[in-house]
C-alpha cells in the first residue's frame, strides 16, 4: 500500500488501513489487553456525545485547545483515533495539514506506555515512527526522540513485603532488571500532577483522559495474581480533574472482587458517571480473551451529577435505561432484573446466608490433603474435590478446629467455583448435595445448615429453582460464589417443595419478569445427584 503524498514527502496514514494491523495483535499478558479499534471508536463517541450535550452541540473534535492522555498507552489505538479525529475536524481552523498535525501531535494529544514495548507500539502508531524526531516521523516539531508518549522503567517501592503503591508482593515482583517490574508511573505517586509536569516538561491540564489499564498483577512464572489493579488507575485519573475520564475496566467492581469496596461505592454513588456501557461477556468486545464477569466501559463527567445513562449489551442484544446507581449496595446490571429484585426485598424477609456457612468452613482448604482414604475409629467423613470431581474421604473428628457444632447439622453442599454467567441461558451454580451428620468439607465447599433431612430438601428444592438461582445471579459476577453473594436470596420456610411457580405467584411477578428469569437461566436436574466439581 503506497502511503499518500505530501509536500514531495511520504505521509501519513492514520485510518483506512486493510486490514488495520492494530486488530492483529496478540495480547502480552492478562493485565496487557490490547483494545481493538471498534473498542476505542465507541468509547470516543461517548466522549464527544457527552462534551456536545454538555456544550450546545459543539464538536470536540473541532477544538483545537482539548487535551488528551492516555495514561496507560499500549498498543496506541486511542491515540491513533483522536489524532485521526482531530486532523479531520480542525480542517478549516488550520488548513496546512502539516502545521495541523505538527499542532495536535505536539500540543493536544500525550500518553504513557506501560512497558518499553508497548511504548515503541504507540509511538509507531502515532508518530509512524518509534523515534519522533526521524525522518521518517510525520510530526516535524519535536525535540525528544519519545514525543508526547513517555516511558522510563518504574520500581516498586517496599513497605515490608508488599509494594506502598500497588500492593504488589515483594517475592514475586522484586526481580531482576530483564524482566519487567510491573511497577507502573501512573500509580507509583502521592502527587499526580507533579509527576506528569516532571514527565512532559509542563503543567499540562488534560481535559479529556481514556485508555485501558492494566487488571491484575499477573506473573506468568509465579502464577496467581494480586487483587485488581484497574481501580487505582481510576482513581489516580480522577485526582488530575480531567472534565472526562472514560476507561474500559472488568466489570467485576459492580458486585465484587478484592480491594473493590471503596471503589464500588465511589462510582456508584457519587452521581458522576454519565454513561456505562457493559458487556457480560468479554468475548464480545474483546474477541479470544477470558475476563470472567465481563468487561465495560464508562464516562466520568466532573461538572456531571445525575442518573447514569447504563447500557448491556449481550451480542445483538442490548438494553438500554437510565439508572439511579446507588439504589443498591451492588449495581444489578439489567434493569428487568433490578424490577425483581425491587419486589422481592419489598417484604422484608430475612434471607438465606444467615443460614450459610463462610469459605473453609472447617478450616480445610480446597487443597487439604491430610485425610485418608479408610474409615478408622473417631473419624468423620470429609467432603472434597478430587480429580476435578466430589469425593469423600476422612478425617479425625478431633482435627476439626472451626465450627465444630456443625459437624452433627444436616447440609445442603454448594461448590464454591462455578462458571460466571457469560452466556445465557446459564446453570449459575453447581447442583446442591444433601450430607446427613455427622460430615465435614474442605474448602471448595460451603454449605447451608438445617435441622433435619426434610428441611434440607425442602432448602434444596429451593436452591434448584431459578428463582433462587436468578437471584444469586444479581450479584455472582465471576465463578466464585461467596456468603455475600447469597444475599439478596430471600429465606422460605423449609416444610414445603418450592417451584418456580410459587415463587413467582409469591412475589408477584409479571409475565415479562417470568420470560426474563426463565430466559436467563437453566433448569437444574437434582435426580442424578452431584458428581463433576
Not at 471508536?41 to 459543539?58: H, K
Not at 473493590?260 to 456505562?276: I, K, P, V, W
Not at 451529577?305 to 444489578?332: I, K, Y
Not at 426485598?345 to 487443597?367: H, M, W
Request: with cysteine; net charge negative; proline share 5%.
Amino acid at each position: 500500500m503506497t502511503a499518500p503524498v505530501l509536500d514531495g514527502k511520504a505521509s501519513f496514514a492514520l485510518r483506512g488501513h486493510n486490514p488495520d494491523v492494530l486488530t492483529c495483535i496478540a495480547n502480552l499478558s492478562n493485565d496487557e489487553v490490547f483494545t481493538p479499534p471498534e473498542l476505542a471508536n465507541q468509547m470516543l463517541d461517548t466522549v464527544a456525545d457527552a462534551w456536545a450535550e454538555a456544550n450546545g452541540g459543539a464538536v470536540i473534535w473541532q477544538n483545537p485547545d482539548v487535551t488528551f492522555l492516555d495514561p496507560f498507552t499500549k498498543s496506541g489505538v486511542f491515540l491513533r483515533e483522536i489524532v485521526s479525529r482531530l486532523t479531520d475536524g480542525l480542517a478549516a481552523a488550520i488548513p496546512d495539514l502539516q502545521e495541523r498535525v505538527d499542532h495536535i501531535l505536539t500540543k493536544q494529544v500525550y500518553g504513557i506506555g506501560i512497558t518499553q514495548l508497548t511504548a515503541l507500539l504507540a509511538r509507531r502508531s502515532l508518530y509512524c515512527s518509534k523515534d519522533a524526531t526521524s525522518k521518517h516521523s510525520i510530526v516535524k516539531s519535536f525535540d525528544r526522540d519519545w514525543g508526547n508518549i513517555w516511558f522510563e522503567r518504574t520500581e516498586h517501592t517496599w513497605a515490608g513485603d508488599k509494594c506502598a503503591y500497588c500492593g504488589a508482593q515483594r517475592a514475586r515482583f522484586e526481580r531482576d532488571n530483564e524482566l519487567e517490574t510491573h511497577a507502573y508511573a501512573f500509580t507509583h505517586t502521592t502527587d499526580i500532577k507533579k509527576r506528569l509536569a516532571q514527565m512532559f516538561g509542563a503543567d499540562v491540564q488534560f481535559d479529556v483522559i481514556i485508555g485501558n489499564p492494566p487488571y491484575q498483577m499477573t506473573d506468568a512464572a509465579g502464577g496467581g495474581s494480586d487483587a485488581s489493579i484497574y481501580q487505582l488507575f481510576a482513581t489516580q485519573a480522577q485526582k488530575l480533574t480531567p472534565r472526562y475520564l472514560t476507561m474500559v475496566v472488568p466489570s467485576r467492581w459492580m458486585a465484587g472482587g478484592r480491594g473493590l469496596d471503596d471503589f464500588r461505592e465511589q462510582m456508584l454513588n457519587d452521581g458522576r458517571l454519565r454513561s456505562l456501557t457493559d458487556f457480560p461477556n468479554a468475548k464480545d468486545v474483546f474477541p479470544g480473551v477470558e475476563v470472567k464477569g465481563g468487561v465495560c466501559h464508562f464516562v466520568w463527567d466532573a461538572s456531571y451529577v445525575g442518573p447514569c445513562e447504563v447500557r448491556t449489551v449481550r451480542g445483538n442484544d442490548t438494553v438500554s435505561a437510565v439508572r439511579d446507581l446507588g439504589e443498591f449496595d451492588v449495581f444489578v446490571r439489567d434493569p428487568r432484573a433490578a424490577s425483581v429484585l425491587r419486589k422481592v426485598r419489598a417484604l422484608g424477609e430475612q434471607t438465606v446466608d444467615g443460614i450459610l456457612t463462610n469459605t473453609e468452613p472447617f478450616k480445610f482448604e480446597s487443597n487439604f490433603t491430610g485425610y485418608h482414604d479408610d474409615v478408622r475409629e473417631g473419624d468423620v467423613p470429609l467432603h472434597l474435590i478430587r480429580g476435578g470431581r466430589r469425593d469423600v474421604g476422612f478425617v479425625s473428628r478431633n482435627s476439626v478446629e472451626k465450627n465444630t457444632h456443625l459437624i452433627g447439622a444436616w447440609k445442603v453442599l454448594v461448590v464454591r467455583g462455578y462458571g460466571a454467567g457469560e452466556t445465557v441461558p446459564h446453570q449459575i451454580l453447581g447442583v446442591p448435595q444433601i450430607s446427613a451428620p455427622p460430615s465435614a468439607c474442605t474448602g471448595s465447599f460451603m454449605f447451608f445448615y438445617v435441622e433435619d433431612h426434610a428441611q434440607a430438601q425442602s432448602l434444596q428444592s429451593y436452591f434448584a429453582t431459578k428463582f433462587f438461582r436468578f437471584m444469586v445471579s444479581l450479584r455472582k459476577i465471576t465463578q466464585h460464589a461467596f456468603r455475600s453473594t447469597y444475599q439478596f436470596v430471600p429465606a422460605q420456610s423449609w416444610n414445603r417443595t418450592w417451584t418456580d411457580e410459587i415463587l413467582y405467584a409469591k412475589y408477584g411477578l409479571s409475565d415479562d419478569e417470568i420470560a426474563f428469569i426463565e430466559s436467563q437461566i437453566k433448569p437444574m436436574t437434582l435426580d442424578a445427584g452431584p458428581t463433576d466439581a
